[in-house]
């Protein structure tokens, strides 16, 4: 039978191969230690939880809920922004809650992508950044994911050979996957240039508290004039360990937020109010939780370069998000990611995620995740270790799974 249109223009899912060669290893009775996947491993605050369970009991929020957020989550959601990024936010018609920062983009593509419309892209990047305006029938074209002096003739060179003219910006830093910053300075200079040309911009700022070594990462609406042209997406997911509870935000250009609110009031009721209000009182909290969260994170950040680098495979240590994007050791390279990576499953009891995922100039990467405890960091360290030296001593044995079928 025939495959749908949309699902026609999707690629096979990479990551979906890793995911079932982890459950065949481990019905095997194989350790896996899995740092493919970003899934916070961290219990979600307990004052958070105490506050869910306390509004839970309430009948009256187990109604249905307000598609773009209840008012109290985006008046808190317009406070963080104030204190954070000293950005004023009119929580009435400048933020919208979400289910997610990946169904706001989702969603966000829904609302302003016409059939053929260039969308300028990250590569690697998020594949929703991607996929979300390619199921919407827009076109991609790549960019370089680096924020140097090259990226604005990048742009330049995007915008003279697309017909028609791009339609929006995809901005993410600190990225997923590469963990790149971005700088204020880079920023005022995109927004000159999306001004200039008449372009949106789209920044998914989802990784703006997991930073490290004492630079917060700026905000794009910090730059004069931003909000013209921009909306920026945040989730709750890794700043307060709460990934399963799926809220996020948008927030910034009137009719961009108005026309993202539209298209959600037809296809959901928004979160359940309890996590709503739980939410609203995390953002609202003195910061204490967002720090004990970071500095896990960089911890374990200094304990995988630490703990990898003396396994033989030096991995640069991330500024900024739960990630590290690793150069693929010289040995395998030609084999790609996806292959690399069913290695690592097959002979080092460890999951990372395959770069070719991200979009192809991932490929000679992979990323690792900040998702297990030092003590198994460790442990993934020895069988890497183990994995590497016996690899050096018998290159002959070792091979892709793929070769085995």
């Not at 249905?64 to 990024?85: D, E, K, M, N, V």
């Not at 910006?169 to 700088?183: D, M, R």
């Not at 720090?291 to 500024?319: L, Y």
């Amino acid at each position: 039978m025939e495959e749908f249109h949309k699902v026609r223009r999707l690629p096979p899912y990479v990551f979906e191969q890793v995911n079932r060669l982890k459950a065949s290893a481990r019905s095997r009775g194989a350790d896996i230690i899995d740092l493919g996947m970003g899934n916070p491993d961290l219990p979600t605050p307990k004052a958070i939880v105490d506050k869910l369970c306390e509004v839970v009991r309430d009948p009256r929020t187990h109604r249905y809920s307000s598609s773009r957020g209840i008012p109290g989550l985006r008046r808190a959601q317009a406070a963080y922004y104030g204190r954070r990024f000293g950005v004023k936010l009119n929580p009435d018609t400048q933020v919208v809650a979400t289910l997610g920062s990946k169904e706001g983009f989702a969603n966000m593509a829904q609302a302003i992508t016409a059939p053929g419309d260039v969308i300028l892209c990250p590569n690697p990047t998020y594949p929703i950044h991607a996929f979300g305006f390619i199921m919407s029938g827009g076109v991609i074209r790549s960019l370089q994911v680096e924020p140097d002096d090259g990226f604005i003739p990048a742009l330049e060179r995007g915008v003279k050979h697309s017909i028609p003219k791009p339609l929006a910006l995809i901005l993410n830093y600190p990225s997923n996957p590469t963990a790149l910053v971005a700088s204020l300075d880079f920023y005022k200079d995109v927004v000159a240039f999306a001004k200039k040309n008449d372009i949106i911009i789209l920044s998914d700022l989802a990784y703006s508290e997991i930073y490290f070594d004492g630079n917060p990462p700026p905000s794009v609406l910090q730059v004069p004039g931003a909000i013209d042209v921009c909306v920026e997406f945040t989730s709750m997911s890794k700043t307060f360990s709460m990934p399963g509870w799926r809220m996020g935000f948008a927030v910034g250009n009137e009719r961009l937020i108005s026309a993202l609110t539209r298209v959600k009031s037809y296809l959901d009721y928004g979160a359940f109010t309890p996590i709503q209000v739980a939410a609203a009182h995390a953002l609202n909290g003195d910061g204490a939780d967002i720090a004990e969260v970071r500095d896990i994170d960089h911890k374990r950040r200094d304990v995988m370069v630490d703990a990898f680098g003396r396994a033989g495979w030096t991995i640069p240590a991330p500024a900024a998000s739960m990630f590290a994007w690793a150069p693929i050791p010289e040995p395998f390279k030609h084999l790609g990611s996806l292959e690399f990576s069913k290695l690592l499953i097959e002979h080092a009891d460890v999951a990372v995620a395959p770069g070719v995922g991200f979009g192809e100039h991932g490929d000679e990467f992979v990323r690792v995740a900040l998702v297990e405890n030092e003590h198994r960091i460790r442990q993934a360290a020895r069988n890497i270790k183990r994995f590497l030296s016996t690899s050096a001593k018998q290159p002959n044995n070792v091979v892709p799974l793929s070769a085995h079928r």
